[in-house]
């Protein structure tokens, strides 16, 4: 059956676009970066105090260095105290350039001397290392984040910070920059508590530049505590089945977990553990538990791993949220891994359950459609997702299938599943991603027809089935004929 697909026209703008930038059209009066030190995931938080200098100003250009480009893995900008997302578009990577420019449509023009506060966020991925590489069990986790000292812009900027904030003030060490006393006549790093603040540095010609670069750009590093797991998901595998008959979503998530904390030095000792846990003083490279909100209103829910189920997890089921409804309730797992993880160990695992259809979809009248909602994934905190592959299984004989994906996967595609009992399959969607975290737990939004006659199908092939197996049973002379039909529905 051939299968009409095209994704709907996306609301996001990352197109590959020539570069707009002006640099006589801003300049930056202040530049603040934040950065909030993690584990497998850093939040930097860019504030740009833009001052307009030429009429009708309305592409800002953002720059970032090639490095922290790459450990990069998701994105916003919004004019301080808004909620509507600028549109960006990443000008083409030059390969003999070392840094990278992303264009941002203002909400309007900034006539001259016009001021706009500008907040880009970003989330590093892979961004820490642990240092020591190793750890025993009674010892302290340890990591390094290196970052490049300035912020880069096209424009000349008045004065920039640059702030690096752990969770504990427990700093081993960080860069005293060399060399730049053509900005500032003041120690050119401070900590204070949990902060070490790199400037004020003032007078900044524009730094998106060769010559710049060359001659100020230096690598900081902060070395920190840090008292968390640092969590990976090396591989996220899900599959969302939608039944209209069961009126059913069934989640299932096949998770590989890394422990990519400081790898764990000597022997795993049980009886250290617990003691150390019945102190409190957990080692804090050890992952014992995960607390995960699944959907509200879930049944069925199953968590096995290699050897079997796994009995010692707590689950608390919300009741159902209707979709119409806003409410944001959800059920709380806390998940326990059949033994604590320790540093470079990995986990491998299955979670899944059911949950209402009408929970997440929806029936369009003007349309006749259904539009189901499926979400990438479930918010694992702190953790990074590498790599992450999520199926879509439709019911059998659904045309007419549309996405709207929230983010532009790394690759997707339509197939044909096929199982036990299907005529003509069901189609299938499947979507690839890298480096996601918490920020991409987000929503596919997917249309398709079910025609009356494809749910006839089922019943059809079911009853064929039936009618072989009394065949045989005639056969065999071994009629039963109290066959129980819900068994094999
Ligand atoms: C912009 O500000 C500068 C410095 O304050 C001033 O000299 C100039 O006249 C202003 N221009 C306009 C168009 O307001
Ligand atoms: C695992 O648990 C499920 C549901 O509680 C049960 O149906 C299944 O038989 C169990 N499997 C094993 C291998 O114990
Ligand atoms: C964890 O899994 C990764 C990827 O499959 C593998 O390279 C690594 O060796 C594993 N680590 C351990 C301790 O088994």
Same mark, same amino acid.
């Given at each position: 059956?051939?299968?009409?697909?095209?994704?709907?026209?996306?609301?996001?703008?990352?197109?590959?676009?020539?570069?707009?930038?002006?640099?006589?059209?801003?300049?930056?009066?202040?530049? &603040?970066? =934040?950065?909030? *030190? %993690?584990?497998?995931?850093?939040?930097? !938080?860019?504030? $740009?105090? @833009? +001052?307009?200098?030429?009429?009708?100003?309305? &592409?800002? =250009?953002?720059? *970032? %260095?090639?490095?922290?480009?790459?450990? !990069?893995?998701? $994105?916003? @900008? +919004?004019?301080?105290?808004?909620?509507?997302?600028?549109?960006?578009?990443?000008?083409?990577?030059?390969?003999?350039?070392?840094?990278?420019?992303?264009? @941002?449509?203002?909400?309007?023009?900034?006539?001259?001397?016009?001021?706009?506060?500008?907040?880009?966020?970003?989330?590093?991925?892979?961004?820490?290392?642990?240092?020591?590489?190793?750890?025993?069990?009674?010892?302290?986790?340890?990591?390094?984040?290196?970052?490049?000292?300035?912020?880069?812009?096209?424009?000349?900027?008045?004065?920039?910070?640059?702030?690096?904030?752990?969770?504990?003030?427990?700093?081993?060490?960080?860069?005293?920059?060399?060399?730049?006393?053509?900005?500032?006549?003041?120690?050119?790093?401070?900590?204070?508590?949990?902060?070490?603040?790199?400037?004020?540095?003032?007078?900044?010609?524009?730094?998106?530049?060769?010559?710049?670069?060359?001659?100020?750009?230096?690598?900081?590093?902060?070395?920190?505590?840090?008292?968390?797991?640092?969590?990976?998901?090396?591989?996220?595998?899900?599959?969302?089945?939608?039944?209209?008959?069961?009126?059913?979503?069934?989640?299932?998530?096949?998770?590989?977990?890394?422990?990519?904390?400081?790898?764990?030095?000597?022997?795993?000792?049980?009886?250290?553990?617990?003691?150390?846990?019945?102190?409190?003083?957990?080692?804090?490279?050890?992952?014992?538990?995960?607390?995960?909100?699944?959907?509200?209103?879930?049944?069925?829910?199953?968590?096995?791993?290699?050897?079997?189920?796994?009995?010692?997890?707590?689950?608390?089921?919300?009741?159902?949220?209707?979709?119409?409804?806003?409410?944001?309730?959800?059920?709380?797992?806390?998940?326990?891994?059949?033994?604590?993880?320790?540093?470079?160990?990995?986990?491998?695992?299955?979670?899944?359950?059911?949950?209402?259809?009408?929970?997440?979809?929806?029936?369009?009248?003007?349309?006749?459609?259904?539009?189901?909602?499926?979400?990438?994934?479930?918010?694992?905190?702190?953790?990074?997702?590498?790599?992450?592959?999520?199926?879509?299984?439709?019911?059998?004989?659904?045309?007419?299938?549309?996405?709207?994906?929230?983010?532009?996967?790394?690759?997707?595609?339509?197939?044909?599943?096929?199982?036990?009992?299907?005529?003509?399959?069901?189609?299938?969607?499947?979507?690839?991603?890298?480096?996601?975290?918490?920020?991409?737990?987000?929503?596919?939004?997917?249309?398709?027809?079910?025609?009356?006659?494809?749910?006839?199908?089922?019943?059809?092939?079911?009853?064929?089935?039936?009618?072989?197996?009394?065949?045989?049973?005639?056969?065999?002379?071994?009629?039963?004929?109290?066959?129980?039909?819900?068994?094999?529905?």
């Amino acid at each position: 059956m051939p299968i009409r697909w095209h994704a709907l026209p996306l609301l996001f703008l990352s197109a590959i676009a020539p570069s707009l930038a002006n640099p006589q059209s801003f300049e930056n009066t202040a530049i &603040v970066r =934040t950065v909030e *030190l %993690g584990g497998a995931i850093v939040h930097v !938080t860019t504030t $740009y105090a @833009v +001052k307009a200098t030429q009429p009708g100003s309305k &592409v800002y =250009t953002i720059a *970032l %260095g090639l490095e922290e480009k790459q450990k !990069t893995s998701w $994105y916003e @900008v +919004k004019v301080k105290g808004q909620q509507v997302v600028l549109p960006v578009s990443e000008q083409i990577l030059d390969a003999d350039r070392n840094y990278h420019l992303m264009d @941002v449509t203002l909400p309007k023009a900034l006539g001259v001397n016009a001021t706009l506060n500008l907040v880009l966020e970003t989330i590093q991925t892979h961004a820490t290392t642990p240092w020591p590489k190793q750890a025993s069990q009674k010892e302290d986790q340890a990591l390094k984040y290196q970052t490049d000292l300035f912020v880069l812009s096209p424009y000349r900027t008045s004065v920039q910070r640059t702030k690096l904030k752990s969770l504990t003030p427990r700093i081993i060490s960080f860069t005293t920059p060399e060399n730049v006393q053509d900005f500032t006549l003041d120690i050119p790093a401070t900590k204070s508590g949990a902060t070490v603040t790199y400037g004020p540095y003032n007078n900044i010609p524009p730094s998106a530049n060769e010559k710049f670069i060359s001659k100020h750009q230096q690598p900081i590093t902060v070395h920190y505590h840090h008292e968390q797991p640092v969590l990976e998901v090396l591989k996220l595998t899900r599959a969302a089945e939608i039944s209209h008959w069961g009126a059913n979503l069934n989640i299932q998530d096949n998770i590989v977990l890394h422990n990519a904390g400081p790898t764990l030095k000597g022997h795993f000792s049980r009886l250290e553990h617990q003691s150390q846990s019945y102190f409190k003083r957990a080692a804090p490279h050890a992952l014992a538990a995960l607390t995960l909100h699944l959907p509200a209103g879930i049944r069925n829910t199953y968590y096995y791993d290699l050897i079997g189920n796994v009995s010692t997890s707590r689950l608390r089921v919300a009741p159902s949220v209707a979709k119409t409804s806003r409410a944001n309730r959800y059920s709380i797992l806390e998940l326990r891994p059949r033994y604590p993880m320790m540093g470079g160990w990995n986990y491998s695992f299955t979670l899944g359950w059911d949950a209402p259809l009408e929970d997440s979809a929806s029936w369009d009248k003007s349309t006749g459609k259904y539009i189901v909602e499926v979400p990438i994934m479930t918010p694992i905190p702190g953790a990074v997702v590498d790599t992450a592959e999520v199926k879509v299984i439709l019911p059998e004989g659904a045309t007419d299938v549309e996405f709207v994906p929230p983010f532009p996967a790394v690759a997707n595609w339509i197939s044909t599943h096929t199982t036990y009992l299907d005529s003509v399959g069901r189609p299938e969607l499947t979507f690839q991603y890298k480096d996601l975290t918490v920020f991409h737990a987000q929503n596919i939004f997917i249309s398709y027809r079910v025609p009356l006659a494809a749910h006839l199908t089922k019943p059809f092939v079911v009853a064929a089935a039936f009618f072989s197996l009394f065949a045989l049973a005639i056969v065999g002379r071994r009629i039963n004929l109290t066959i129980n039909k819900e068994k094999v529905l």
